[in-house]
């Protein structure tokens, strides 16, 4: 559970003492980047070069969505890393505190089904984010 002191002014923590709004975020984001993925193997099944047709138009434009989407709510998520590094940094607290906040909070969203599990790779995502984040000038 994340403590209160953690928990990035103007989020409520949910049930699951991880804020709401950052935890719909992180399960919007997963969720469509796997929407994503999938059209983008429907289209990478098209030789672009040979076959144009109505159906691969469609495939490649519902893609083309997707991908939109998908950066979104990358966007959007990623802001909220943002708002939190940084109201961490404002606090003083180290990187690996940081880091290990934001763990602890993709774990419990994993375990209570909010997030799928993907081996870390998402986990590692995020992380990434929040270690470019940390140097940022705070706004």
Do not use: K
Request: hydrophobic share 45%.
């Amino acid at each position: 559970m994340v403590p209160h002191q953690q928990i990035v002014a103007g989020d409520s923590p949910g049930a699951l003492g991880v804020p709401s709004d950052f935890a719909a975020c992180a399960s919007l984001y997963r969720r469509l980047r796997r929407v994503e993925a999938q059209h983008l193997e429907l289209m990478a099944r098209h030789n672009l070069l040979d076959e144009w047709n109505a159906q691969v138009r469609e495939t490649v434009l519902n893609a083309r969505a997707c991908v939109e989407e998908a950066r979104s709510a990358r966007m959007e998520f990623r802001a909220h890393i943002r708002r939190f590094v940084q109201a961490a940094r404002g606090r003083r607290e180290p990187l690996l505190n940081v880091l290990r906040q934001l763990r602890s909070m993709l774990h419990v969203l994993v375990h209570a089904g909010a997030l799928d599990d993907d081996n870390g790779w998402f986990e590692t995502e995020v992380l990434e984010w929040a270690i470019e984040d940390y140097d940022l000038p705070i706004s």
